[in-house]
């Protein structure tokens, strides 16, 4: 490591053109990469609703579907919207009235169901468009665009395809206030707490690289969910940011030795790598246990950031190296004092105080534990969204006017007996909340012959050897009662066809429900046992890495249960977000306070002396971290619109600063108590033997953090 840091060094300015040459295919990757929008598709493939989805693609052609409603239009002007509708590029079809009957004979010919469906009282009627791709796709969004740029005042486009667009635009729109936001709160932190003016800067600076990279590295995983692109700038700016404060801590340490500039540099790389590299893990497992999720949606966003994680170690020893001796003289000469100071007062109470501390603590988590499985969870990621995008006004509409909330589609084997069919639309009709069903036989009614029927409505229901029946819904996706409803649909439809299968967004939302609770419990159980072994192996100890996962735990459990008492209702996400990164980021914090904490003992001070030092030296850089993590992502949670973006930060800027707290006061009052259980259950924890090359231990930097 030594000639690599020399090497480092001596060749900053070939480090720098590089880094900037690469900054090239990073802007192309990035910009090629395809960014999903839908997360029902991260959806296990097996699912009957997913095997369903691919049935509405593949056979049917349906591979998304937008409903437009029209209030108060002649049937001329629907006739010529309706025209130039199917003009748009990436629109298959659309589908009226006029495609069953003569517009000039009377709607009351029209079977009652159909009537229903196409009319209501007040003069509105209904389009169906049919799109050529997924709800997803691009084709789809650009058509979406184009339909919403030629509908007129009184007309409403709605469902899941509409929503996505606004989603898209939206997250386009904010992508760079995000950014703008939490790079200006994290220096707002770093120029108090550093007193070199120009260094803020160079570490913003040096963090535009890994950033660059992970986005552009994006193109080759395919691509990334928008909730993925949204958070990623934000959490590794704010996660990886400690690594550049622990390599300036180190620089001006050795600097403090006597070093010159370019020795004190190799030194600081090379006592600062294994540092963290050893820290950089336990967020890096953090990350990587959300690819344990079945909802594919965790290993998306476990990915970009493990590699983000990467990323930025790697760039730490390498391009920030390289920035700060490029600028050192500039760095030497703008200096001011500094505002975030040592805790060596409050390192005084925690010892003093510790049991008080502790029973304290113990008293205020109960609450909290017990709160946190009661707090409630939405599924619908719409209801996060303004309620003044165009997608989400026109699905309101749909209820409104047609008493249309969700659609179900319901997929059987075409060798069903017609009068089966019958009766199971029959059956369908009776379950609670349905306000219409449709199917193939309905179109054809009493007074229309089969032959009548046009073959493109022929084959909206017929398609590759299945029938498709569809249901309208009252009741809104994720909501109890559309989960009995659906579990009530799928006992009538099995009962008649074992392979049948209901798909659509209720559908969908249903089995995401049941997925995330599995998921929950996998991704906690593995994250922990990961940290846990991480942290077992760092210290050799089979107590630490209780003492420290148990920390961090609580502090998430106090994090998670705070929503109960405030009436917020949190996405179904946060439970596995915040769960991974809060222990993966913070637990860093908890191994920096216990390996000064043992340091100390090794110096042959008692378990209060140690624990009283270890608050004072390791708090400045433990508030620094934390509090650039805290800026950065609740900056962002009050300027983001989408309310799932705004939780999951407000969240995550919540849990940094409980965990600084916990760390800070409760941790080190654990130590003192349980210090002859650590001497017993760990490798070598007192080592007197080396209590003479103690002085340069006693300065260690941030160790494994």
Known sequence: MDRFARWVVRHRKLILILSVLLLIPSVFGAAGTYINYDILTYLPKELDSMVGEGYLENDFNMASTGMITVENMTTADTLKLKADLEQVEGVKSVMWTSDILDVTTPKEMLPADLQKFFYNDSGATMMLVQFENPSADKKTMEAQHAIKAILQKNCFIGGMSAILEDTKNLVNQEMPLYILCAA??????LFLSMKETMVPLLFMLGMIFPI???????????????????????????????????????????????????????????????????????????????????????????????????????????????????????????????FIPKLSKTSRFVVKRRVPILVGFLLCFLPFAFAQAKVPVYYTIFDSLPQDLPGIVGTNRLKEDFGMTTSHFIIVDDSLPESQLENLTEDLEQVGGIQQVLSYEKFLGAGI??????????DIFEAGGRKLILANSSYESGSEDQNEQLAQMTKIVKSYDPAGVITGEGAMTKDLIEVADVDFRNVSITSILVVFLIVAVVFRSASVPVLLVAAIESAITINMGIPYFSGAVLPFVASIVIGTIQLGATVDYAILMTTRFRE??????????????????????????????????????????????????????????????????????LLVLTAPILKKTTFHWIQPQKAEICSDNCRKDEALL
Do not use: W
Not at 632 to 659: D, K, N, P, Q, Y
């Open 600 to 669: 100390e003992m090794n110096l042959g001070r008692t378990a209060k002396e140690a624990a009283q030092t270890a608050v004072e030296q390791c708090s400045q850089s433990i508030l620094t971290s934390g509090l650039t993590f805290f800026a950065a992502t609740f900056s962002v949670s009050l300027v983001s619109r989408m309310e799932l973006i705004g939780s999951l930060c407000r969240l995550i800027s919540r849990g940094a600063l409980i965990s600084m707290a916990v760390i800070l006061l409760v941790l080190p009052a």
């Open 184 to 189: 200006g709160a994290s220096l707002l932190i």
């Open 449 to 458: 012959p089969r032959q009548m029927l046009p073959q493109e409505a022929r």
């Open 212 to 338: 660059a990279y992970n986005f552009g590295t994006n193109y080759f995983l395919g691509q990334i969910s928008y909730i993925t692109e949204a958070l990623a700038t934000v959490l590794q700016l704010g996660v990886t940011m400690d690594f550049s404060i622990f390599l300036l801590h180190r620089f001006e340490e050795e600097k403090e030795r006597g070093f010159e500039d370019e020795e004190a540099m190799v030194q600081a790389i090379r006592k600062t790598f294994s540092s963290i590299l050893g820290s950089s893990l336990t967020t890096i497992a953090g990350f990587l246990a959300m690819c344990t999720m079945t909802l594919t949606l965790g290993a998306d966003i476990g990915l970009v950031m493990a590699k983000g994680v990467f990323l930025g170690v790697a760039c730490t020893i390498t391009v920030l190296p390289a920035l700060l001796m490029t600028f050192r003289k500039s760095i030497a000469r703008h200096t001011h004092r500094t």
